[in-house]
């Protein structure tokens, strides 16, 4: 007993240190811990949970046509300048999902300017740790290929300018060097501070570039060819896109390839394969010690939890936390707190997902590790991810190397029959406004909902269910149309979708 007590408390602390995410003998781990369910009543109803075919097939149904098309910058005809004002670089900080919209507003910046546009270059994030470069994650040959009627796109500065490197605007202050982009800068914002220097100097870096050109007042062609850059120009390399086509493979067919993925994956997955093509749901779960810590919200793993991320608060932001000045409860009532993954699996769970679904969990760490994750592996069995449908081999290329994981993710997230997003953010913004584009099934959980639902503790299992569905009947990828100031990215309509 005395041993069993240990254990838990040492793995459970482990735990909490974030390390064990992945650790190398799963089953211990779920014999052994599991941070208790919180909302055990519901929890366990969700175990006995019964769905009807019927709800089955309307959950399952793909989103009808919604008379919204794509419509794109249509370049039968080449509109190069005559003449390049210069070249144009870009410093892209952020995560994958960041950058991916930075590299798109610098196709437009460029065309504004009539500039030459040099390959973004991906700055390591302190947060995500990779290098990987845009030539790395992102199909180069193809970017330049599909956009070589709207801009001219170079690989690499001739040698005249091979000294306008990051090294050299690290060192000091540099004349082409421009710093000072507001946030969301307009066009004219541009063609007065940028063109200047490009015509002076013939090449102009712009850094930090992030967010940095408004989604409004902008001629209909640059909204475009931004659409056309985030939706048809920006594919991933050959090897990623094989990973993600196999991942896909895996899930509906149930069956990989067994030499490479004799792991765990052949173990769980169960179902006898009738050669239909099975359907998934990709869960995109962003439950990290920072978003945690962040929210300042409680998350049932007691005293030493709450302690550490106090701690953690401190050390990070010194205490400067909004959210710190309003209890748990309030914050939950408003729907700010991140859901853990057993809430989420609740959410599922109430929305009619049976114990046959197949879960595909796009995640880079989860706050707790395995410990966290079991609440949701109970309601959903069938769960896989990255780790657990390839062979050790197959990730040999992209392991450790954050945005080079979080493509895969993106890339079997687009495949998905339904996207479910757990947390607000960049990549939740980009498959959501990617989803829209392609009219494909995406549900956004009604947070302060959820937030009150999961306050009530004496609710049963058929109202919570209730309030469940009819609060997300309207959360499932119907069409939502750009409102002032908001990013074309989330909301491609009706920028770049004409239609109803
Ligand atoms: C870019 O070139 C086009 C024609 O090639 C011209 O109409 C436009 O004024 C130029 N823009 C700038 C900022 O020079
Ligand atoms: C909790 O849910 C029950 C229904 O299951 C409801 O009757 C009750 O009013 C709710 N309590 C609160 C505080 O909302």
Redesign the pocket.
């Known amino acids: 007993m005395k041993l069993c007590g240990g254990l838990v408390l040492s793995v459970f602390l482990l735990g909490l240190l974030g390390t064990v995410a992945h650790a190398s003998s799963p089953s211990v781990l779920t014999e052994w811990t599991g941070i208790k369910p919180r909302h055990m009543r519901l929890f366990r109803s969700a175990l006995q949970r019964q769905t009807s075919d019927e709800e089955q097939s309307y959950l399952w149904n793909p989103l009808p046509n919604q008379k919204w098309g794509k419509c794109m910058r249509s370049s039968s005809t080449s509109s190069l300048p005559e003449k390049s004002e210069g070249y144009l670089q870009v410093f892209l900080d952020g995560g994958l999902n960041q950058q991916r919209m930075g590299i798109c507003d610098a196709v437009a910046v460029a065309k504004i300017l009539n500039a030459t546009l040099v390959i973004p270059h991906l700055e390591v994030n302190p947060v995500w740790q990779d290098s990987s470069s845009f030539e790395d994650i992102f199909d180069v040959e193809h970017f330049i290929n599909v956009l070589k009627d709207d801009i001219s796109i170079v690989r690499e500065l001739p040698d005249e300018f091979s000294w306008s490197t990051r090294e050299y605007y690290a060192a000091a202050i540099r004349p082409t060097r421009i710093k000072t982009a507001p946030v969301h800068a307009s066009a004219n914002w541009y063609q007065d501070n940028v063109l200047p220097v490009l015509r002076s100097h013939g090449i102009a870096a712009i850094a930090p570039f992030s967010h940095r050109l408004t989604f409004d007042n902008l001629p209909m062609e640059m909204q475009k060819l931004r659409c056309k850059v985030n939706f048809q120009a920006l594919t991933f390399v050959p090897h990623i896109r094989a990973l993600g086509e196999a991942l896909v493979n895996r899930l509906r067919y149930n069956s990989g390839d067994s030499e490479t993925a004799e792991t765990n994956y052949i173990r769980r997955v169960t179902d006898s394969s009738n050669g239909q093509p099975g359907k998934f749901v990709v869960l995109h779960l962003r439950f990290d010690k920072d978003m945690a810590a962040h929210s300042a919200c409680d998350f049932g793993g007691g005293k030493v939890e709450k302690l550490a991320l106090a701690k953690y608060r401190q050390m990070i932001w010194q205490g400067r936390v909004l959210n710190s000045q309003f209890t748990d409860e309030e914050l939950r009532s408003q729907g700010r707190c991140p859901l853990t993954p057993e809430e989420i699996g609740l959410l599922l769970a109430a929305m009619g997902f049976d114990k046959n679904t197949h879960l595909y969990l796009a995640s880079h760490k989860v706050y707790g590790g395995e410990a966290r994750i079991s609440a949701l592996r109970k309601l959903f069995p069938l769960m896989e991810d990255k780790k657990s449908l390839s062979s050790f081999e197959e990730l040999s290329e992209i392991r450790g190397k954050a945005s080079l994981l979080a493509a895969v993710d993106y890339y079997v997230s687009m495949q998905s029959d339904i996207f479910v997003s757990a947390s607000p953010g960049n990549m939740h913004n980009a498959l959501v406004g990617h989803r829209t584009y392609e009219n494909m099934k995406t549900i956004r959980p009604n947070m302060p909902l959820l937030g009150?639902l999961f306050?009530?503790k004496?609710?049963?299992w058929s109202?919570?269910r209730e309030a469940v569905i009819e609060g997300h009947k309207d959360r499932q990828g119907q069409m939502r149309l750009r409102k002032p100031k908001k990013s074309i990215y989330t909301y491609p309509a009706t920028d770049c979708m004409c239609g109803a």
């Open positions: 009150q306050l009530n004496t609710i049963d109202d919570f």
